[in-house]
């Protein structure tokens, strides 16, 4: 086993160990299975049909987010094994109190829970970072309009870079506004590119 996955697997051991937050019976923190990754996706948090089933984006979001990957050649059973998918938090949140979707977790919940995303960097060296919706784009590259992050590329540290993608659950009008739709198929053009580089190529150093 390389260090890194021995690194991950004390990672994962400890995080299905946290009980940080108070959430509800049975509600424990989803884990990414990935094994030598590369690339990070980053989204906001698991939703009631992950909470199920245990596994990171596996909702009507998780498909359309796997249909935009697949436009660029990314299909999802390589996307899960190579692809680290975490979130800004790991446990369900809970139905929204207006009972449309989930609630968004607190700004208490995601300072709780950053911890966990600083030491999957810090394992990972990640090459290329996705940040999925609003949550994850400001964790990542600090607040910004969408506008101004989609169809982009943002260099973080000499190795890697961050490619932002607007959440996929439909909840937002914003895809449908504008040239937005266009912004996305840029963003994920730069996704397939940097995906074929890494695994075409040697690891950074």
């Given at each position: 086993?390389?260090?890194?996955?021995?690194?991950?697997?004390?990672?994962?051991?400890?995080?299905?160990?946290?009980?940080?937050?108070?959430?509800?019976?049975?509600?424990?923190?989803?884990?990414?299975?990935?094994?030598?990754?590369?690339v990070?996706l980053?989204g906001?948090?698991?939703g009631?049909?992950?909470?199920?089933?245990?596994?990171?984006?596996?909702?009507?979001?998780?498909r359309?987010?796997?249909?935009?990957?697949?436009?660029?050649?990314?299909?999802?059973?390589?996307?899960?094994?190579k692809?680290?998918?975490?979130?800004?938090?790991?446990?369900?949140?809970?139905?929204?109190?207006?009972?449309?979707?989930?609630?968004?977790?607190?700004?208490?919940?995601?300072?709780?829970?950053?911890?966990?995303?600083?030491?999957?960097?810090?394992?990972?060296?990640?090459?290329?970072?996705?940040p999925?919706?609003?949550?994850?784009?400001?964790?990542?590259?600090?607040?910004?309009?969408?506008?101004?992050?989609?169809?982009?590329?943002?260099?973080?540290?000499a190795?890697?870079?961050?490619?932002?993608?607007?959440?996929?659950?439909?909840?937002?009008?914003?895809?449908?506004?504008?040239?937005?739709?266009?912004?996305?198929?840029?963003?994920?053009?730069?996704?397939?590119?940097?995906?074929?580089?890494?695994?075409?190529?040697?690891r950074?150093?």
């Amino acid at each position: 086993m390389k260090k890194i996955d021995q690194l991950l697997e004390v990672h994962r051991r400890e995080l299905l160990a946290c009980r940080r937050c108070v959430h509800g019976a049975g509600v424990r923190p989803i884990i990414s299975m990935a094994r030598d990754p590369k690339v990070m996706l980053v989204g906001q948090a698991p939703g009631k049909t992950e909470a199920a089933g245990g596994k990171p984006f596996a909702g009507r979001a998780g498909r359309t987010l796997f249909t935009w990957l697949a436009s660029v050649g990314i299909d999802e059973p390589s996307a899960r094994e190579k692809m680290y998918i975490a979130a800004v938090t790991r446990c369900f949140p809970g139905s929204s109190p207006s009972g449309r979707g989930d609630r968004v977790p607190s700004p208490a919940e995601r300072a709780s829970c950053a911890s966990w995303l600083a030491r999957e960097r810090e394992i990972i060296r990640p090459q290329l970072i996705i940040p999925v919706g609003r949550l994850a784009i400001d964790a990542i590259l600090g607040p910004q309009p969408l506008d101004m992050a989609i169809g982009r590329e943002f260099r973080l540290e000499a190795e890697t870079v961050a490619v932002p993608l607007p959440h996929p659950s439909g909840a937002s009008s914003w895809i449908h506004m504008k040239n937005h739709h266009e912004l996305v198929e840029h963003a994920l053009a730069r996704i397939g590119r940097h995906w074929t580089r890494i695994h075409r190529g040697a690891r950074a150093a």
